[in-house]
């Protein structure tokens, strides 16, 4: 598949006090350790990813990033046909916390009891940025893919901004880099749709 845009994102776009509002509610849920998947089951592996993480599935949390998911969609032409969000995943990354290369979208359709995620596949992820770029170090949101027999790897320096958004097809390969210094703390969340096609 061509993409013109392989990611779009909005610079900012959360008010501050908006990104504090999610950090308390992250922050209040039980933590856990944040796992990989393989074809038929989720792991704890420290090789691939070093983190903990809460599950947020309010709905006035939906209301603030489903817009910028269908603009996004729009604008950078993807076009995907998505209907629901998976639960939205608060993620903490303290000193020598990293997440490896990795796609979001998982070998076989979803298996869950939600009818409303049952059966489909994720299409955009999104990453907001909820810690101020002086409050750590390292870090680094990657992404990579292939252009022209070569692998291109890019750093998207805008997204240390607190309350930027970053929107991207699920299947296209990405990493946070380890934190060097301090913690960062951002929100994860998958829109899903009819498995393509």
Aim: proline share 3%; aromatic share 16%; glycine share 6%.
């Amino acid at each position: 598949m061509y993409l013109k845009y392989k990611y779009w994102f909005f610079k900012k776009a959360i008010p501050v006090d908006i990104c504090q509002k999610i950090l308390v509610a992250g922050r209040s849920e039980i933590k856990e350790v944040g796992v990989t998947s393989d074809k038929n089951s989720y792991k704890e592996s420290y090789k691939e990813r070093k983190c903990k993480v809460s599950w947020l599935d309010d709905k006035w949390l939906y209301k603030i990033i489903n817009p910028y998911i269908h603009e996004a969609n729009k604008n950078a032409g993807w076009n995907f046909d998505w209907d629901w969000n998976e639960a939205s995943q608060f993620t903490i990354y303290n000193k020598d916390g990293y997440y490896g290369w990795h796609v979001d979208q998982g070998f076989n359709n979803i298996d869950h009891k939600n009818k409303n995620i049952n059966g489909k596949t994720r299409k955009l992820s999104l990453t907001l940025q909820l810690t101020d770029k002086t409050e750590y170090e390292g870090g680094d949101f990657q992404f990579k893919w292939l252009v022209e027999d070569e692998i291109e790897t890019i750093t998207v320096d805008d997204a240390k901004d607190i309350g930027t958004i970053i929107i991207f097809p699920s299947f296209i390969h990405h990493q946070v880099m380890p934190i060097t210094k301090g913690k960062r703390e951002s929100l994860v969340n998958w829109s899903v749709g009819p498995p393509f096609k």
